[in-house]
C-alpha cells in the first residue's frame, strides 16, 4: 500500500500559477499509475491528468496546453503544474494511484490509493 499527500494548493487570480505536489511513502510511485482528480462541493469528481505505469499521460481536454502532469521518482512524488488558472478551475484537488499498467482514459473507478486533498481558488 502507499500514502499520499498533496500539498501546494492556495487562492490565486485568474491568469495566475500553481504546482501541486503529491508525496508519497510506502511504496514506489515508480510502481505505479498516478493521476490528478478535481471536485468541487455539489459536483462530480473528474479527472484532470494521469500517468499510466507503462509510461503515457492523459490530459482532461479543459486543462491540456494549461496544466503539465509529471512525476520525480528519486523523490517518489507527483506534480501538477497549473498555469493560465481560470475561475472554473476551483476545485479540491487530489491524487491518486494504482497498481495498474495501464489506464483507460480518466475514469474515476479503478483507483485504490487517495490523498487527502489540497484546495486551489481561482478568482476573477
Known amino acids: 500500500q502507499v500514502q499520499l499527500v498533496e500539498s501546494g494548493g492556495g487562492s490565486v487570480q485568474a491568469g495566475g500559477s500553481l504546482r501541486l505536489s503529491c508525496a508519497a511513502s510506502?511504496?514506489?510511485?515508480?510502481?505505479?499509475?498516478v493521476g490528478w482528480f478535481r471536485q468541487a462541493p455539489g459536483k462530480e469528481r473528474e479527472g484532470v491528468a494521469a500517468?499510466?505505469?507503462?509510461?503515457?499521460?492523459v490530459y482532461a481536454d479543459s486543462v491540456k496546453g494549461r496544466f503539465t502532469i509529471s512525476k520525480d521518482n528519486a523523490k517518489n512524488t507527483l506534480y501538477l503544474q497549473m498555469n493560465s488558472l481560470k475561475p472554473e478551475d476551483t476545485a479540491m484537488y487530489y491524487c491518486a494511484a494504482d497498481d495498474r499498467w495501464y489506464l483507460s482514459g480518466l475514469a474515476r473507478t479503478g483507483w485504490s490509493y487517495w490523498g487527502q486533498g489540497t484546495q486551489v481558488t481561482v478568482s476573477s
Open positions: 500517468i499510466a505505469r507503462i509510461g503515457n499521460t
Open positions: 510506502g511504496d514506489s510511485l515508480s510502481r505505479k499509475s
